[in-house]
Nanobody
Framework: QVRLVESGGGLVQAGDSLTLSCAAS?????????????MGWFRQQPGKERDFVAA????????LYADSVNGRFTISKDYSKDTLFLQMNNVRVEDSGVYYC????????????????????WGQGTQVTVSS
């Protein structure tokens, strides 16, 4: 089974940069490995639903971003390390929350990539707090 472990969260100031990592291991129920499944990042704030942040296709050729982070965040996959990254630049107070990485088995749709119900595997989350 796929295991996802996030790291890199912490306390930063508005305007700073931060990189989140998600180390992946194992296989999906149908035997897919890191090279063959797509992934995403979601953010959850207290009392709110888990919101889409960014997604990347299994090949890395397609990426999607929430409007609120487009131009500031970059999602990427390192196939040599089986690791997903989220580079967060010019962070804002409203970027605070618990960040979760997730994986899905293709094929999928753009709409599904932006919805937490479109993902089959989840990490435990890492807290990001941005102070003003």
């Amino acid at each position: 089974q796929v295991r996802l472990v996030e790291s890199g969260g912490g306390l930063v100031q508005a305007g700073d940069s931060l990189t989140l990592s998600c180390a992946a291991s194992g296989r999906t129920y149908v035997g897919l490995t890191f090279n063959s499944y797509g992934m995403g990042w979601f953010r959850q704030q207290p009392g709110k639903e888990r919101d889409f942040v960014a997604a990347i296709s299994e090949t890395g050729q397609s990426t999607l971003y929430a409007d609120s982070v487009n131009g500031r965040f970059t999602i990427s996959k390192d196939y040599s390390k089986d690791t997903l990254f989220l580079q967060m630049n010019n962070v804002r107070v409203e970027d605070s929350g618990v960040y979760y990485c997730a994986a899905y088995e293709p094929p999928t749709t753009t709409q599904a990539m932006m919805n937490n119900r479109g993902y089959d595997y989840w990490g435990q989350g890492t807290q990001v707090t941005v102070s003003s």
